[in-house]
């Protein structure tokens, strides 16, 4: 791509943002984002509203807490678009590459939030409760992790988040052997994360290879602007890439912090964070302070998007 500055891009966020009542304040105030919502409803059989918006214990298990979150942020992405606000690229981590693709028109939102809630089922069900974890791993190098893992079988790196910060992943026993020689090693910290399996494992890949079946059945639309995919940080410019590389996604490392310096470095100075919390924001300030990122999270960042 041309390298000139002042580009725009619109970023999502993965699982492990989601909190309760989160989304709302678009629901309430725009009738869009609420149709959205009662649509992805009908769709699902599920009951976003109390999902979203009422305490429950269903929106942390990864079966529900993808569609939710997707749901989120593309109420959120439609009432931006409907302002005539638009980026010039995309990427979303994990679960927010969906949201990523359909902000990038290559996918309707409804279409989006079917593949994520049979995805989440997917993931959930891919490998025994118990048998698979992750950890994120804090001030160590990434040729470091990689080279004490690759003496390690049944673990593996899961996303490279951003510099010293990076997340592994694998069966239970693997990741907590891997965890003590990597503390050992110097990392500042381990630590395990609150998930139900070893996602973006090679244990995964059944689950990858049955999540191809689910998105034949998607509409897939020409994408209006490229989109950065986690599994090579290269820019996607023809949607008839998405499908494999989705399905490759779950069971391969998130490539964000790559994607992140190949925007920057194609001219990105300003990234719009949407979605629940401040995670990616954080991301980039280890990357690179000088550029910009804005939110929206909540109703009043719209105003403040005009």
């Not at 989304?23 to 649509?39: I, T, V």
């Not at 309707?108 to 069900?125: E, F, H, T, Y």
């Not at 069966?171 to 503390?183: C, F, M, N, Q």
């Amino acid at each position: 791509m041309e390298n000139h500055t002042g580009k725009t891009a619109w970023i999502f966020p993965g699982q492990g943002v989601q909190k309760c009542g989160m989304g709302k304040d678009f629901y309430e105030q725009s009738a869009l984002a609420k149709e959205l919502f009662e649509q992805a409803s009908q769709l699902l059989n599920l009951d976003m509203k109390a999902l979203c918006f009422e305490e429950n214990e269903k929106l942390d298990q990864t079966e529900y807490t993808q569609a939710a979150l997707v749901t989120v942020c593309l109420a959120m992405t439609e009432v931006l678009r409907d302002r005539g606000l638009a980026p010039d690229m995309t990427a979303g981590l994990s679960l927010g590459e969906y949201c990523a693709i359909a902000a990038a028109q290559g996918m309707s939102p409804l279409d989006a939030v079917l593949a994520v809630r049979k995805r989440g089922i997917l993931m959930q069900n891919a490998v025994p409760s118990g048998q698979g974890g992750m950890a994120a791993v804090l001030g160590l190098d990434k040729e470091k992790i990689e080279q004490i893992l690759s003496e390690e079988d049944g673990v593996s790196i899961a996303n490279y988040n951003c510099p010293g910060q990076i997340v592994i992943t694998g069966y239970t026993g693997a990741v907590e052997e891997a965890s003590k020689r990597l503390t050992q090693a110097g990392a500042k910290r381990v630590l395990p994360l609150n998930v139900s399996g070893p996602f973006h494992s090679p244990l995964l890949e059944e689950a990858g290879a049955e999540l191809e079946s689910v998105l034949e059945k998607v509409t897939w639309k020409p994408l209006e602007v490229p989109y950065v995919t986690n599994v090579t940080a290269e820019y996607v410019t023809e949607i008839c890439q998405a499908r494999s590389l989705l399905s490759r996604q779950v069971s391969s490392p998130v490539c964000w912090e790559q994607s992140m310096e190949r925007m920057i470095a194609d001219g990105v100075t300003t990234f719009v964070e949407i979605g629940p919390g401040k995670t990616l924001a954080g991301f980039l300030r280890k990357m690179d302070k000088s550029v910009k990122v804005l939110h929206v999270s909540v109703w009043k960042d719209v105003e403040k998007m005009m």
